[in-house]
């Protein structure tokens, strides 16, 4: 008995038989069931192993054979396997029914498509989109800037002195004393006029930050797009008949335009845009306040101070800059009457633009 070996012996000699076959018919159905993928498979193995004349069933015909005293145990493992093969079964024949074979699908294709839910372009985006589109026709090509600006780029190279009540114009977040948020996107135009040299004509549109309070006509971040051309030669003429050209293109070839002088410390001589309120067509309304015109943009000619701070001599080349502010202008053509609404991203008022 050291090794068991006589026991092992003894079983071997009396009932080889029927244990071989528990073990056999058991690891043939364990082999088969994983295969089993359809209802006519699982047929044939209930068929091959739960059938009164399956191979399962044989084994009670076996269990006859075995000395009586050996009955129990061996009835328990055949019990057992019986047990197990019909739960098994049981359980594919769940499966199988809750999935819908290819051959009982029914297609049909007369019904109309599943619609996908579509998303839709930001107002913001469109109007921006459109603005860059008008300008991508005239020629300008179009660069992003950092919105983490240094108070150098932001206004130091644009001509804004140290302590120049200039600054306080635009409420600045600022990050660290010399770093910013930057209030607005006209420091790209120093970026790519140190990148690169004239001839220059691009759009710098984006995201800016002011520490303003919100209400709704203002928020603390807002859109612009700014616009730079530098040359040899660059005229006021050229500024004016590319503020025209896109004023015409953007809001209708019909509106009416006058410039008015303006300050801005990067550009000499400043000018603002006004263009005949869209709204009531100049005659006076609450948006233009009455005046019958609305302020679309700032614009001159780059200011000497600022193509030196670039490297440029200001005998050498000239150039002209613009620029404009995006949300208030997408309030009016939409018809918005609260600023806000843009960007508390309810997409029951997204998904009417
Ligand atoms: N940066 C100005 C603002 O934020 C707008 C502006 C005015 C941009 C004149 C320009 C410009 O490029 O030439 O109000």
């Known amino acids: 008995m050291s090794r068991g070996g006589e026991l092992f012996i003894f079983y071997e000699k009396s009932m080889p038989m029927i244990d071989e076959k528990i073990v056999s018919i058991q690891s043939e159905i364990e082999k088969i069931l994983p295969s089993i993928s359809s ?94 589109s008008i300008f991508i026709s005239m020629g300008f090509g179009i660069v992003y800037g950092p919105e983490i600006e240094d108070d150098y780029h932001n206004f130091e190279a644009l001509n804004f002195p140290p302590n120049h009540p200039a600054r306080d114009m635009q409420d600045t977040f600022f990050i660290k004393d010399d770093v910013v948020l930057r209030t607005h996107t006209t420091p790209v135009q120093i970026r790519i006029m140190k990148h690169r040299k004239p001839p220059i004509r691009v759009i710098m549109p984006g995201r800016v930050y002011r520490n ?93 101070n600022v193509l030196r701070n670039c490297g440029y001599d200001p005998e050498k080349v000239s150039g002209y800059a613009f620029g404009m502010g995006v949300d208030r202008i997408s309030l009016l053509r939409y018809g918005i009457d609260d600023i806000r609404t843009f960007f508390d991203n309810d997409i029951r008022f997204l998904n009417q633009f």
């Open 212 to 304: 303003e309070a919100v209400s709704a006509r203002s928020n603390y971040f807002f859109h612009q797009v700014d616009g730079l051309y530098v040359n040899e030669k660059v005229t006021f003429a050229e500024l004016k008949g590319t503020l025209i050209t896109f004023a015409k293109s953007f809001y209708g070839s019909s509106i009416k335009y006058r410039f008015r002088p303006s300050f801005f410390p990067f550009t000499e001589p400043s000018l603002e845009m006004d263009i005949t309120c869209f709204l009531c067509s100049g005659k006076g309304c609450r948006i233009c306040k009455h005046t019958g015109w609305l302020e679309v943009l700032g614009a001159g000619m780059v200011h000497p």
């Open 39 to 132: 209802k006519e498979m699982l047929e044939n193995f209930r068929i091959e192993f739960l059938a009164r004349k399956g191979k399962v069933a044989s084994l009670y015909d076996d269990l006859k054979t075995v000395p009586s005293e050996q009955k129990p145990v061996y009835g328990q493992k055949v019990n057992a396997l019986r047990k197990y093969t019909e739960e098994q079964f049981q359980l594919l024949k769940s499966r199988l029914d809750s999935t819908v074979s290819e051959k009982e699908e029914f297609l049909d294709r007369t019904l109309p498509g599943r619609m996908r839910p579509r998303g839709t372009r930001h107002p913001i985006t469109q109007t921006m989109e459109e603005m860059k």
